[in-house]
């Protein structure tokens, strides 16, 4: 063997040897990937099949008035995914909730008081599961004399992460309402005892402490002995409120010795929130909720639907329980080509003044202009009149300041009193644009015609007569188991009688104005208070100053305070 043959021989397996270290070297690399892979690649099956647990938070509501929710409340349910509820009482809560958000009835649990809330602590879990963001309502404070803590604590056991956002709770709230101070001067011991399931020692309790007894009335009899014999004074002051918070409180004040009797004679029924002690003697001066005006009147509302919100938030500020009922609907004009034709004339410099006689004659306008691709400024150089101020903030709200509006009576009559008359020299154009509603009355058109003007009266809107009520409320109505009618517009009077027909003789009404007025005497009604300017604010206003005098009147005369549709058998309002 030559040198040269020796050092290939020597090469070749040198090479040899290497390609075998790096094919090993690969396989090793290899099997560690694919060892590594595996796992990441199971990991990453693992991830998509779970799905990550939701966020719950629990928010008290209050014992019953929804003002009582807290801002930070309601900007909780503003974004929540899912809303645990646990009856109609939380309905008030979701309207501040997003569209789309899923309900869970949480109010079928059953049993014991263990029993429901384990049950309802399942329900919570379960839901956190399936959404990531859940809002949990309750009733008063979550953490106060209720379920919040349990649930939070299933919460927690269940890897789910919980927020609270306290609530006023009915220990303090009611007694508020009720006008009686759980502390004062010489009295800040106070004690608040559930009694809903557990036996209790009442015997360790001070009498000259205040009690606050929640679920006591089933066991009252029981309860109130039990003080006695713990040695409380018989004649200590007792207040029992139900329906606390809500327009449907009712109080009833006695002594321990008396408050059974008491209660079985005003016919209360529902849980009472209880307290014992001298500090009930300060609500006949401090009563200020039990003592609004038109507090527990139910007050019919005949309006059309979207319009009866601010009249009705009104009404309830007085302590009222108002029942909106339709009566009109208003739907487009069943020729749509008038209003057609007046909106191109408007466009193309046909009018001098455009004419709002209605909030809804500014809608149909506004939507007319949405449906021709036009805005505000299609107005420009035409001058603007508003019957009132409700239609001049309609027009407001489109960007637009009224030329005119009444300084006096705010109504067509009053419009006219004030609109100028048509002047040759200064006026290019003699036409007036007047779009309002096909039952509107010939006062405006005939008032403009005598001042020289031309009017295109133009229905903008039909005012149509809605279905009947219900027979319950129909009943009602002549029956007088309301306490008040609103009217809000003659077409309103015309119609309720139609569909339902007169108010009891003994029922309050109340009217928007003078054109209101005469319609109701026309049918019959005689009218007790009308609002001094016609808006819905002042229609409630005029109510509440009628409620406050008879109120008022029966105070002095030492007559119990009594609401018109609690009249005495067979008496009638002469009309």
Known sequence: ??????????????????????????????????????????????????????????????????????????????????????GPEHDAFLTYCKAGVEVVDGSGAEGSRALRIAARARLVVKTAKTAANVVRLLSGDPFTFSSGAEEAAACKKAGIGFNVVPGVSEVSAVPTYAGIPLTMKGDREVTVVDLAENKLDLTRLQPKQTLVLLNATETLKETVAALVEAGFDASTPVAATVGGTTTAQMSVVGTLETIVTDLRAAKVTGEAVIVVGSVVEQREALSWFETKPLFGWRILVPRTKDQAGPLMDRLRRYGAMPEEVPTISVEPPRNPQQMDKAIRGLVEGRYEWVAFTSVNAVKAVREKFDEYGLDARAFSGLKIAAVGDKTAEAIGAWGIRPDLVPSGEQSAAGLVEDWPPFDEVLDPINRVFLPRADIATETLVAGLTDLGWEVDDVT?????????????????????????????????????????????????????????????????????????????????????????????????????????SERRSGSRRKS
């Open 1 to 86: 063997m030559t040198p040269a043959q020796g050092t290939t021989t020597a090469a070749h397996k040198t090479a040899h040897k290497t390609s075998r270290k790096t094919t090993r070297a690969k396989a090793d690399v290899s099997a560690k990937t694919a060892a590594t892979a595996a796992p990441q690649k199971a990991a990453t099956s693992t991830v998509k099949q779970t799905r990550p647990l939701g966020h719950v938070t629990f928010v008290g509501v209050g014992p019953g008035d929804p003002a009582l929710l807290t801002l930070a409340g309601r900007d909780v349910l503003a974004n929540a995914d899912a809303v645990v509820v646990e």
């Open 460 to 564: 903008a809107y039909r005012t149509v007569r809605a279905a009947p009520p219900p027979a319950p409320t129909r009943e009602a109505i002549k029956s007088g188991k309301f306490d008040a009618v609103v009217f809000t517009s003659s077409s309103t009077v015309r119609n309720l009688v139609g569909i339902a027909g007169k108010p009891h003789a003994s029922t309050v009404i109340a009217v928007i104005g003078p054109a209101t007025l005469k319609t109701a005497e026309e049918h019959g009604l005689r009218v007790d208070a009308m609002a001094e300017s016609p808006s819905v604010e002042e229609l409630a206003d005029a109510l509440a100053r009628f409620g406050a005098d008879r109120r008022d009147t029966m105070v002095e005369a030492g007559e119990p305070v009594t609401r018109p």
